[in-house]
């Protein structure tokens, strides 16, 4: 256990309906980053945090996805009108100094 | 072509062999080099982490680094059972936020 926590760790959802992630790092740590992998992939960067500010994002993270950490603690995910390509492993990892550490992940199933 | 190139898989080797994983990359602004360890269905798990070229030793795993060849390698001695999992190679620029870029990751099986 690295001491990061992700709920739910498994959703099913229908095509077209919204989700929503949440992570809580480790609570010294001020970087946070939201990973997705997908089956026989290594992750892939999604977009990422230095306290509550968003620094990074990646073009994989289109118009429907979003990301918040509001007063730089936990961080939610939500993606809007769920396709079934968002079907995956989202991962969030926390990192204080080099070395991020990441949490077991939410899988997502869209049907 | 992907930055990051892992040695496709699966590997299945018997128990007590020396494991040779290995990653080539293409970016040389690379400056940190990670090797995590991934059960199935939960996150990666920290190994290793090295800066620049060299190498590091941590019980049975040794992490080798060459820049000029852009070749990073992952020894596990006395291989074991549990040490069945995916290994992913994972490379990072210089400055601490930046993010982190991996491998496909090989799976490995080790037999008993």
């Known amino acids: 256990d690295t001491g990061v926590s992700q709920d739910p760790r498994h959703k099913i959802t229908k095509r077209g309906q919204n989700v929503t992630f949440r992570c809580d790092p480790i609570?010294?740590?001020?970087?946070l980053y939201w990973y997705r992998q997908t089956l026989g992939q290594g992750p892939e960067f999604l977009t990422y945090f230095q306290n509550e500010a968003q620094l990074e994002k990646s073009r994989l993270l289109s118009d429907r996805f979003s990301a918040e950490r509001p007063k730089g603690s936990f961080s939610t995910l939500e993606i809007q009108r769920t396709e079934q390509g968002d079907s995956a492993m989202y991962l969030c990892?926390?990192?204080?100094?080099?070395?991020?550490?990441f949490g077991p992940g939410t899988r997502l199933t869209v049907l | 072509q992907k930055e990051v190139e892992q040695d496709p898989g699966p590997l299945s080797v018997p128990e007590g062999a020396i494991v040779s994983l290995n990653c080539t990359y293409s970016n040389s602004a690379f400056q940190y080099f990670m090797w995590y360890r991934q059960y199935s269905r939960k996150g990666p798990e920290l190994l290793m982490y090295t800066y620049s070229s060299g190498n590091k030793e941590d019980g049975r795993f040794t992490a080798q680094v060459d820049k000029s060849s852009k070749y990073i390698s992952l020894f596990i001695r006395d291989s074991q059972p549990s040490d069945s999992a995916t290994y992913l190679c994972?490379?990072?620029?210089?400055?601490?936020?930046?993010?982190?870029?991996f491998g496909k990751g090989i799976t490995l099986s080790v037999r008993p």
């Open positions: 994972a490379m990072k620029k210089t400055g601490a936020n930046s993010k982190l870029t």
């Open positions: 609570s010294e740590h001020n970087r």
């Open positions: 990892a926390s990192a204080r100094e080099y070395e991020q550490f």
